[in-house]
């Protein structure tokens, strides 16, 4: 997590997500695939609700220093 990104390193399509046999599946970028239980899919989720909601406010306060 020390690694430094960028606005333009970061994807800006959003991941595809499917249900197959009982299994959560997300396409992303690049290639990117992975397979989830559904209590795994529904914490990831959330985690990356919040995630984006943090990120979201971080480009706000950058935007409008105080």
Do not use: N
Request: a negative charge; zero cysteines; charged letters at 15%.
């Amino acid at each position: 997590m020390g690694q430094k990104i960028t606005p333009t390193d970061a994807a800006v399509e959003p991941g595809v997500a499917s249900a197959e046999q009982g299994v959560v599946l997300l396409d992303g970028p690049d290639g990117v695939a992975i397979a989830m239980t559904p209590a795994a899919a529904e914490e990831t989720g959330r985690r990356l609700l919040a995630a984006a909601q943090e990120a979201a406010s971080q480009t706000s306060a950058q935007a409008h220093p105080s």
